[in-house]
């Protein structure tokens, strides 16, 4: 069983005595994230920005965390921390280990807690894992709003690649043409998100392990009309 959680947006704390605020104000933000099913296995898509509230000041972030059997290692994020210290237990040596499904349903559980006691998490978490054949794409708000299906999505995902999804994914859907709907729905939120920024990395989640392209930008066209003036006709526009 392997599973892995890219973080949508937020950061948060290391220092105990800062929590309140820097929970409340996150700093950093990301931009959307993207998960489909396709056969036995998930595809995560998301870019390697990180901003300043309007300034781009990060363009390397890696925004997934392995986690399961393969690594055990603790992460500089705090609910990390809370979920490794969960799976590190005194019976990890048993032979069993969370799935992906109890994992979800953990951190769906710490984000409503801390969004209870008025000091949320800000991030939005996508977490994809396969046990047993079976793929398992879910996503957490930094509220507690949790779902699972055949395909999620984060921030400008949600309104702008979900809808592309829902017309194009189908349950047989190869690794190659995932691939694919996944670069056009990231390549629509550059062109329509000011945060986004043209440098990805593509996730492939399946009952071996987890693989992680390398950083790489998608071609892109810049001409259409739209663009020239996308102020044109609309209403009260200066």
Not at 26 to 31: F, I, W
Not at 58 to 68: A, D, M, T
Not at 71 to 89: A, Q, Y
Request: glycine share 8%.
């Amino acid at each position: 069983m392997t599973f892995t959680i890219p973080i949508d947006n937020g950061d948060s704390v290391n220092n105990a005595e800062a929590d309140s605020q820097k929970t409340l104000y996150p700093y950093v933000t990301g931009t959307s994230i993207v998960a489909i099913k396709y056969k036995d296995a998930v595809l995560m898509a998301s870019d390697m920005g990180g901003s300043y509230g309007s300034t781009l000041r990060y363009k390397n972030i890696e925004r997934r965390r392995l986690l399961g059997p393969v690594e055990k290692s603790v992460t500089f994020r705090r609910f990390f921390v809370i979920l490794m210290s969960s799976l590190n237990d005194n019976m990890w040596d048993d032979g069993n280990s969370l799935r992906p499904k109890e994992v979800h349903n953990y951190l769906t559980c710490v984000m409503y807690n801390r969004r209870n006691k008025f000091n949320p998490l800000c991030n939005t978490l996508v977490l994809g894992g396969v046990n047993n054949g079976e793929s398992y794409p879910g996503m957490v708000s930094m509220i507690g709003v949790s779902f699972e299906d055949n395909h999620v999505a984060t921030g400008f995902g949600n309104h702008l690649a979900r809808p592309i999804l829902r017309d194009e994914w189908h349950a047989d859907v190869s690794f190659e043409d995932g691939v694919k709907l996944l670069e056009k729905c990231m390549c629509v939120l550059l062109y329509r998100d000011r945060s986004a920024i043209n440098k990805l990395q593509i996730a492939k989640i399946t009952e071996e392990g987890v693989t992680v392209s390398q950083p790489y930008s998608l071609k892109t066209f810049w001409e259409y009309k739209a663009f020239h003036n996308p102020t044109a006709g609309a209403e009260g526009f200066w």
